[in-house]
């Protein structure tokens, strides 16, 4: 499966985006996704992820009840409503995925193969 991130932009604090990954790929209905953001300076860390599904949604502590996760199996996309930002959710983000719910949320230690390009998220204060 191959990704395109897109969505980013600059906004002020309390604003909203909605970021858009489009996946290419038939097997793109059987992986799990997630989103992931790396600050400058910072390790990339996990956001959130949601099952092949769609039935089931994980999210960190730092965005829980701000960011939404959500994805279009018929349009191969998969989506993070952002709202409430705060200047420490700045951050370029990217999507990937896993047919392992595990990988994708960090837990079973295993590494991503490849990136896509991501798209920067800024929040001014």
């Known amino acids: 499966v191959q990704l395109v991130e897109s969505g980013g932009g600059l906004v002020q604090t309390g604003g909203s985006l909605r970021l858009s990954c489009a996946a290419s790929?038939?097997?793109?209905?059987?992986?799990?996704m997630g989103w992931f953001r790396q600050a400058p300076g910072k390790e990339r860390e996990f956001v959130a992820a949601?099952?092949?599904?769609?039935?089931?949604?994980y999210y960190a502590d730092s965005v829980k009840g701000r960011f939404t996760i959500s994805r279009d199996n018929a349009k191969n996309m998969v989506y993070l409503q952002m709202n409430s930002l705060k200047p420490e959710d700045t951050a370029v983000y990217y999507c990937?995925?896993?047919?392992?719910?595990?990988?994708?949320?960090?837990?079973?230690?295993?590494?991503?193969?490849?990136w896509g390009q991501g798209t920067q998220v800024t929040v001014s204060s």
């Open positions: 790929g038939r097997t793109f209905s059987s992986y799990c």
């Open positions: 990937n995925g896993d047919f392992d719910m595990t990988v994708v949320v960090g837990t079973s230690g295993l590494p991503f193969d490849s």
């Open positions: 949601i099952s092949w599904s769609g039935g089931s949604t």
